[in-house]
């Protein structure tokens, strides 16, 4: 017997190591290597050369968006999402992706999402293309925005509409969301969120911060090219030069 050959990328520790746990109970699976954020995912990714691949959406360094796309022409593995979000939020990714386990997650949604994986990897082992998986990196960065996100607080979800978001920084592996006189914590990354968003709408102007152009009111050139972006409620965002074509564009478009 072949094993099916498996990579995990998951940055909080307990969470892998019940992952690993329950693989290792699997006489067909063998984890081969792991990763705790998306770089190093990369790197064991093209080094391994995995069938099977348990990929957190939200990890440091490179969401797993991020990590799917940098495969680039490589044969991609069968992957399984591993997320925090409510099944509310997880159902846009329900489309394309081949399956997702929800953390904390039981053994019985385990079982049922290896058992697609096992079927998924033996259609690549007889020269059948996965559809799903060539539709999801086909929409990375793409395809339809979110019109609301969904965000958990104390047990509660509440859904923002993305228009009525004002800017959004990051906070370690967190982003804070602004709305008027509010803001909502969420565990997900900078890329991740601005793949999310319509980016008609939405700005990047520095690695650690989005803005919605309805909430722009004014730039305060500084130097090289940096400019103080002020919002209508008087919020100083400075911009960095890395995102400095952003803001040109931004610029033209409104002119």
Not at 93 to 105: C, R, S, T
Not at 193 to 217: C, G, K, M, Q
């Amino acid at each position: 017997m072949t094993k099916i050959r498996t990579v995990l990328v998951e940055d909080e520790p307990l969470a892998r190591e019940r992952l690993r746990a329950l693989l290792e109970e699997q006489p067909d699976i063998e984890v081969v290597a792991e990763a705790a954020d998306g770089n190093s995912a990369v790197q064991v990714i093209h080094e391994s050369r995995p069938e099977l691949l348990f990929l957190d959406v939200n990890i440091p360094e490179r969401d797993g968006f991020g990590v799917l796309e940098s495969l680039g022409g490589d044969t991609p593995p069968v992957v399984i999402f591993v997320t925090a979000y409510d099944q509310f939020a997880v159902q846009a990714f329900e489309a394309h992706a081949l399956d997702y386990i929800l953390k904390p997650f039981d053994e019985d949604r385990f079982g049922t999402a290896l058992r697609r994986a096992r079927e998924s990897v033996r259609r690549h082992r007889t020269g059948e293309l996965d559809e799903r998986l060539q539709s999801l990196l086909a929409n990375v960065g793409g395809g339809k925005r979110a019109d609301r996100i969904a965000v958990k607080e104390g047990g509660r979800i509440v859904f923002l509409r993305t228009s009525e978001i004002d800017w959004i920084g990051a906070e370690g592996n967190y982003a804070r969301l602004h709305v008027g006189k509010r803001s909502h914590l969420m565990r997900e990354t900078m890329t991740s969120l601005e793949n999310r968003l319509d980016s008609s709408r939405f700005l990047r102007i520095h690695r650690s911060t989005i803005v919605n152009v309805e909430a722009i009111a004014e730039l305060e050139p500084l130097f090289q090219g940096d400019y103080v972006v002020i919002l209508r409620d008087g919020t100083r965002l400075t911009s960095s030069r890395g995102y400095r074509s952003n803001l040109q564009e931004f610029m033209s478009r409104s002119v």
